[in-house]
């Protein structure tokens, strides 16, 4: 870079050029008359040594009209800069460049190209004015024109600048620009960077820790990232948040020792800073610490705010007049009967007797109301007749023609020849020209018979009539707002099976499901994101699955066809699934004989290796077709349903003993499911028509529940274990309470078709259920303590998003364990989400 009395020029071999272009004794004086120049204090002089001084800090002015008049005299310089700066003439000028720049011109002007900046006639015209200037004496006129050539150098030297800053852009081998460029990169990427540290040390000077920090917009990522890099992330404005020094451990000694805040200082991850916390929030950490609510000022003490009424309204469910078995006389009326039927019985009290019909003939008065009877009435209770409405345009002689009949609506009305009640018109719009082409009314005598047989079959009398409305006769229910939360909107499908999905289980921690479906595979589903995480051939129709409740395993139960398959999914806590896979690798000693009954239905096998990297872990074979697995609460007993064997259908299986079971040794008829009760030793046992409860404990029938329906489908209990839902195929859903009868307590039709799934939540009182018909109705169903009080029924919503494929719908319903979320499969191949 060439400096000429401080002011700095880039483009060290343009000027060189353009001064060797003038000749040895005229460099001389070009730098005499640079210092004379300098020296003056003239306004004109004053302007160019300022334009000099900025010419750096603006690059960008190469459209300045200013600088365009010189293009042409840049153009000849930088011709003579060739031919001058090759023959390495003595050069003033060049000689206070430094060896490095001097390198780098020579490098630059042996490989790069003028020809761009002149032409064959400007360098004859050089040519010729140098020449000349060297054979002349200096005079004054010379010394006007070198001041004018001046004016010119430093005209040209602005130009040249701007020419190079737009070279360096189109030819990056222009390396002693380049390096110009990156010293001048490096300290102002100093400055920014001295800077940026300084408007974060201001910025933490006011940080409050109760604000949520939002100085590195980097977001939710480990920031062990960013150890190799000397910041921390990027601010709002995109400049980069600084790591701050670090200090070694005598630093931190001494500054423990010495600052009093040192106890109450944190890292804060984010940005890297130290937090000093205030007294509110050393206050909260210590209430969190001693387990008390954080806000000092909330009275956990205060009076309850009942937001949902417990009183509910006691309206009868259905429209049946209660039975007399069901009225309880008082006390006071007991004693009074008690006292009448003494009295009777000692002879006191006479009742009243009978009278006794005479045989004599009966004779009425027929004319009895022509005596003056019906003409007081008339009178005194006068019945007017019934206004008919006014006549309308269509009963005109000359109706508009949109009135007159055509011959559909003539067709139609001589088609209810049979039921004239039911047309609208009771005769037909005929037009005529004028009222006098108007014949007599055809109907006139027919007419007036009828009428004259109403008044004599039909008299006008005044009854007694009690208008009921279909409204009045419905319960009043509370309004489903009041009842919230319940799923109302569907929030996410499961998209992944290549066949209709039969069932779906859900995590114990509500975390993950699954589905088995008729493609003959098992996936695994993350919940919140709709990720398949896992899919499982199984190499059979998956009728049903089940996962283990228990949550200290990670195991599924899978029915495929005649086998029962328990696999590890391999999703969760990693320690669990090895856990389970300990626990399974090795069966346990058989102490006990199996009987060959037991034998011939079920055997238990361990997992190959070419399928325990599926996650499938022991086989249990059936000999008939598995339709429904279920888990016994514990997660140690899970039963199976073959509905084709007879005595045999029902099999309870032992998995910490890998031992079988048959319960039933007659068939009680067509099994469809089984369900363990969730508190005590039940188990009930579902056929076509009756569900039957046994308590395994006394090994005896405790109850039978009577459907009164043709087929049932699914059951579900309540987890108080008092009410049992029962789905069934023709269209029905039934309530039973187990304290109250063996009779349904209510039975809702609320589906067009079959019903196939149900559910209770574990949590809310809700439950849900799935038919045919596509649709998923959502219920509430509030259960009460107290044994007085009837459950409360109400339907909340109709969810109907499922599309139908071969008269099938929704296959299964299940609720989420701690979310008033519910989950539906369907035959259309995808599995829904409601929320």
């Known amino acids: 870079m060439l400096s000429i009395d401080n002011v700095p020029i880039y483009g060290s071999t343009c000027l060189v050029g353009k001064m060797a272009a003038y000749g040895s004794g005229i460099k001389r004086k070009f730098s005499v008359s640079l210092k004379n120049d300098n020296t003056s204090d003239t306004p004109e002089n004053l302007n160019d040594t300022s334009d000099d001084e900025h010419f750096l800090s603006s690059v960008t002015n190469d459209e300045d009209s200013s600088d365009a008049d010189d293009d042409h005299e840049l153009d000849e310089s930088d011709e003579d800069d060739d031919v001058e700066g090759e023959s390495g003439s003595e050069?003033?000028?060049?000689?206070?460049?430094?060896?490095?720049?001097?390198?780098?011109?020579?490098?630059?002007?042996?490989?790069?190209?003028?020809?761009?900046?002149?032409?064959?006639?400007?360098?004859?015209?050089?040519?010729?004015?140098?020449?000349?200037?060297?054979?002349?004496?200096?005079?004054?006129?010379?010394?006007?024109?070198?001041?004018?050539?001046?004016?010119?150098?430093?005209?040209?030297?602005?130009?040249?600048?701007?020419?190079?800053?737009?070279?360096?852009?189109?030819?990056?081998?222009?390396?002693?620009?380049?390096?110009?460029?990156?010293?001048?990169?490096?300290?102002?990427?100093?400055?920014?960077?001295?800077?940026?540290?300084?408007?974060?040390?201001?910025?933490?000077?006011?940080?409050?820790?109760?604000?949520?920090?939002?100085?590195?917009?980097?977001?939710?990522?480990?920031?062990?990232?960013?150890?190799?890099?000397?910041?921390?992330?990027?601010?709002?404005?995109?400049?980069?948040?600084?790591?701050?020094?670090?200090?070694?451990?005598?630093?931190?000694?001494?500054?423990?020792?010495?600052?009093?805040?040192?106890?109450?200082?944190?890292?804060?991850?984010?940005?890297?800073?130290?937090?000093?916390?205030c007294d509110a929030d050393v206050d909260i950490i210590q209430r969190l610490q001693a387990q008390k609510i954080p806000d000092a000022n909330f009275d956990d003490a205060a009076p309850w705010v009942e937001w949902f009424t417990s009183e509910v309204m006691k309206t009868p469910i259905v429209r049946v007049p209660d039975h007399k078995r069901s009225f309880l006389p008082s006390r006071v009326e007991a004693r009074k009967v008690a006292k009448m039927v003494h009295a009777i019985k000692m002879g006191w009290m006479k009742p009243q007797e009978e009278k006794k019909e005479s045989h004599e003939p009966k004779f009425f008065m027929l004319w009895q109301t022509d005596e003056g009877v019906e003409h007081m009435r008339r009178i005194q209770n006068h019945i007017p007749a019934p206004k008919r409405h006014l006549p309308g345009h269509a009963e005109s002689y000359n109706p508009p023609p949109e009135y007159l009949f055509d011959k559909r609506e003539l067709k139609e009305w001589n088609k209810l020849r049979t039921a004239p009640w039911k047309r609208k018109l009771h005769f037909v719009p005929q037009k005529y020209n004028s009222l006098r082409s108007v014949p007599a009314y055809d109907r006139f005598v027919n007419e007036r018979f009828q009428r004259c047989l109403d008044l004599y079959l039909c008299p006008r009398a005044r009854k007694m009539r009690l208008t009921i409305e279909p409204e009045d006769l419905l319960p009043q229910l509370p309004n489903p707002k009041d009842l919230q939360p319940f799923p109302t909107v569907m929030s996410m499908v499961y998209e992944g099976h290549t066949d209709m999905v039969r069932s779906i289980a859900v995590e114990p921690k509500g975390q993950y499901m699954v589905s088995g479906s008729d493609d003959l595979t098992v996936k695994v589903w993350e919940i919140s994101t709709g990720r398949c995480v896992r899919t499982i051939p199984v190499g059979g129709i998956v009728r049903s699955v089940s996962w283990c409740p228990n949550q200290a395993l990670s195991l599924i139960a899978v029915a495929a066809d005649r086998k029962v398959l328990l696999v590890n999914p391999g999703v969760g806590d990693h320690l669990i699934c090895s856990k389970t896979d300990s626990l399974l690798d090795e069966a346990p000693e058989q102490d006990v004989v199996v009987s060959e009954r037991v034998k011939t239905a079920v055997q238990w096998e361990q997992a190959s290796e070419d399928i325990w990297k599926n996650g499938i872990r022991i086989i249990i074979s059936h000999f008939k077709e598995v339709r429904q697995v279920t888990w016994h609460g514990k997660g140690d007993y899970f039963a199976t349903v073959m509905p084709e064997g007879q005595n045999r259908s029902v099999v309870i299986h032992q998995l910490s003993k890998r031992r079988s079971q048959v319960p039933f040794s007659k068939s009680k008829g067509l099994v469809q499911c089984v369900l363990f009760h969730p508190v005590r030793p039940f188990f009930f046992v579902a056929t076509q028509k009756i569900v039957r409860v046994y308590d395994l404990a006394k090994q005896e029938l405790v109850k039978k529940l009577h459907s009164n329906s043709k087929w049932i489908s699914s059951i579900a209990i309540h987890p108080g274990g008092d009410n049992l839902l029962v789905g069934t195929y023709d269209r029905k859903m039934l309530w039973f309470d187990l304290d109250l009868s063996t009779k349904p307590y209510q039975t809702l039709r609320l589906h067009g078709t079959a019903v196939r799934g149900v559910a209770y939540h574990r949590q809310y009182p809700l439950f849900a259920s799935g038919s045919d018909d596509r649709s998923l109705i959502v219920c509430h169903g509030m259960v009460y303590n107290d044994l007085l009080q009837n459950p409360l029924i109400v339907p909340l919503k109709r969810l109907s998003n499922h599309e139908s494929y071969n008269d099938f719908g929704i296959f299964d319903v299940i609720f989420h364990p701690t979310q008033p979320w519910v989950f539906s499969s369907g035959a259309d191949k995808t599995i829904r989400l409601y929320t």
Not at 143 to 168: A, G, H, P, Y
Request: glycine share 4%.
């Open 91 to 277: 050069d003033s000028g060049a000689s206070s460049l430094g060896k490095e720049t001097t390198t780098k011109d020579e490098d630059y002007e042996s490989d790069s190209d003028y020809s761009e900046y002149g032409s064959e006639e400007i360098d004859q015209e050089e040519e010729r004015s140098a020449e000349g200037l060297e054979g002349s004496e200096v005079s004054y006129e010379d010394e006007v024109k070198e001041s004018d050539q001046l004016k010119l150098l430093f005209k040209m030297k602005r130009t040249c600048s701007s020419k190079i800053k737009k070279s360096n852009t189109e030819n990056s081998s222009n390396i002693s620009q380049i390096t110009s460029k990156n010293k001048i990169f490096n300290k102002e990427r100093q400055v920014d960077e001295n800077e940026t540290t300084k408007q974060i040390d201001d910025e933490y000077k006011s940080d409050s820790s109760d604000e949520e920090d939002i100085r590195s917009t980097v977001g939710n990522i480990p920031m062990n990232w960013y150890d190799d890099y000397t910041h921390l992330g990027y601010d709002w404005d995109a400049k980069k948040v600084m790591k701050p020094l670090k200090q070694d451990e005598l630093d931190s000694f001494l500054k423990r020792m010495e600052d009093p805040n040192f106890w109450r200082t944190v890292r804060d991850p984010q940005t890297g800073q130290d937090v000093v916390l």
